[in-house]
């Protein structure tokens, strides 16, 4: 259980965050939390303006606005969580531009030269005051290197880091409230908060999107079709990025590229390869999907930018796209609810019988279809209100995930009509797949496997006495029906003992044959070990007659 309990630093942030929530219609939803009792406020001052409000969606993209850079990036992540809201909020969410105010030279500049730790002109040759892009948390400018290298120079907005905290504190003590509601049942929205915070935080490290970029770099070493921008290590530092400034065009701007005399349905096929790889090949890809983050170099070659913020999925995650994708394309409602309980997402609040029929009549609606008459993105929409209807609970990273496929497909339907996203999957999901149906187990692996075994048949009995002495003392609940007989009693001693041997004789077996190889040198030891093979299959054999020969 998390501490209910947050301190936060600022009650005057607080009180304002509050006061910009109900002026834009949310006191009631604020009220249903009780944070009226945690600032001390009364009721009255968290009633909704008496003037009609627009849409409650258009008002909460409005209230994240004036919130600021924490609020807008919240919401930014929030338009890719269609699991949480209905899709009038997820549109609006969409619409919030990560730009602000761009802070002047004057005040920018001292902060260059602080990280840099010495005078601009000892670096630059040349360093526009003006910047390239002005975003909440940082602003980038257009430089050279005094040897004429032409470099983007990102640096952070002054006290920022310290805003965001602030504001994370106050997001953590709101989640902590909805947590003990019917919300927080629902949604857990404390794992949302905390998810948010690590993400965001480690944006504000401008170190790790540097190994971010060098992660990416390795990722794509044997791709002469991908680029990743040069970081200048020496100018570098938590605050400050230098880097090599790229020139091109923007992936989805299909009539520049093709007044460029670029072949768009080529680009379009580079750019899908390259973000599925980044899933399914490698598990490490954008989480701030967007098409100004692919640039087309004028040799054709596609440039990344902005390694920031980045997801990550593991071996079990990619296989169960791989699942998904495979269910989906042969329709099969019972494989996908299967891949659903592999990810955990079922809740206590699913109907499975209900989700199940739900999922049939959604199915229904591909069949007859080609791959090439179908499009991800609908698709997509319908699983995710499937799973806001039925409170399937899915990891984060899918809904990246989704984001990303779906920007995919409406860039390369830009750059080619007859662009299917499918088709270009299917290499990777092939070989992906093999994986998922003939899986490998590692040398190391066995050994880690033995060791789980030893350790459990050595830790069994402590742990069984003290799982006992809390069921007598009260501290565990249980509720069991004995009426065993000593014959039933002796029966259930007989399997148990068969079980444990069974354990035993096959993690001898395993510990042999990994003994093998290194016994060859040692006087004896190949025969030793030979010898215990002889032992153990004995053994083996002696326990399976003893099975086969009881009748229970």
Request: net charge negative.
């Amino acid at each position: 259980m998390r501490p209910f309990t947050r301190r936060v630093r600022s009650l005057q942030r607080y009180r304002q965050v509050v006061s910009v929530l109900v002026r834009h219609g949310f006191g009631g939803a604020l009220e249903y939390l009780s944070v009226h009792r945690r600032l001390a406020l009364a009721k009255s001052e968290l009633r909704p303006p008496e003037e009609p409000l627009e849409s409650p969606a258009q008002h909460l993209r409005a209230a994240i606005e004036e919130l600021g850079p924490t609020f807008i990036k919240l919401g930014q992540i929030l338009s890719t969580r269609s699991d949480l809201l209905p899709e009038p909020f997820i549109e609006e969410l969409r619409k919030l531009q990560d730009n602000a105010p761009a802070e002047p030279w004057e005040t920018m500049r001292p902060v260059i030269e602080a990280e840099l730790g010495r005078p601009i002109e000892e670096v630059f040759a040349r360093i526009g005051p003006e910047p390239l892009g002005s975003a909440s948390l940082s602003q980038v400018y257009a430089a050279e290197l005094l040897d004429g290298t032409p470099v983007a120079v990102k640096v952070q907005r002054p006290h920022i880091r310290e805003t965001v905290e602030l504001d994370l504190e106050i997001l953590h003590d709101l989640a902590s409230l909805a947590q003990r509601t019917q919300l927080g049942e629902l949604y857990d929205p404390e794992t949302v908060a905390e998810d948010f915070a690590f993400t965001l935080l480690n944006e504000l490290d401008y170190r790790r999107e540097r190994r971010n970029a060098e992660q990416f770099r390795r990722n794509f070493a044997g791709e002469a079709e991908v680029y990743i921008p040069r970081f200048f290590d020496a100018y570098c530092t938590e605050r400050l990025l230098v880097m090599e400034r790229l020139e091109g065009i923007k992936v989805d701007d299909g009539d520049a590229l093709r007044a460029a005399g670029h072949d768009t349905r080529e680009i379009a096929l580079r750019a899908s390869r390259l973000i599925i790889k980044e899933v399914l090949e490698d598990g490490f890809f954008h989480a701030d999907p967007h098409p100004g983050n692919y640039l087309i170099l004028p040799d054709g070659r596609i440039g990344v930018l902005d390694f920031g913020m980045v997801g990550v999925l593991n071996e079990d995650d990619r296989l169960n796209l791989t699942r998904l994708y495979i269910a989906i394309v042969r329709l099969d409602v019972h494989a996908m609810l299967n891949v659903f309980a592999r990810m955990g997402a079922f809740t206590r609040f699913t109907d499975r019988s209900k989700l199940a029929r739900a999922a049939e009549r959604i199915i229904s609606k591909y069949r007859g279809r080609t791959l090439k008459e179908s499009r991800f993105t609908e698709f997509w929409n319908d699983l995710t209100e499937l799973c806001r209807h039925y409170h399937l609970r899915m990891p984060s990273n899918l809904w990246l995930v989704g984001k990303t496929l779906v920007m995919l497909e409406g860039i390369g339907r830009q750059l080619d009509p007859d662009y299917d996203l499918f088709a270009v999957s299917k290499p990777f999901v092939r070989q992906l797949s093999k994986t998922a149906w003939l899986p490998t187990l590692s040398v190391q692996e066995m050994v880690e496997q033995i060791d789980t075994w030893r350790y459990l048949l050595r830790e069994m009995p402590m742990m069984l006495v003290q799982w006992l002495q809390s069921v007598e003392r009260g501290k565990v609940p249980v509720e069991a029906q004995i009426g065993a007989t000593q014959e039933t009693l002796d029966r259930l001693d007989a399997m148990i003992t068969r079980l444990s041997l069974s354990m035993l004789v096959a993690a001898f077996i395993v510990g042999l044959a990994l003994l093998l190889p290194a016994t060859r040198d040692i006087p004896y030891g190949t025969t030793l070990t030979i010898i215990g093979f002889i032992g153990a299959a004995v053994l083996g054999v002696w326990l399976l007659v003893s099975i086969l020969k009881k009748k229970h």
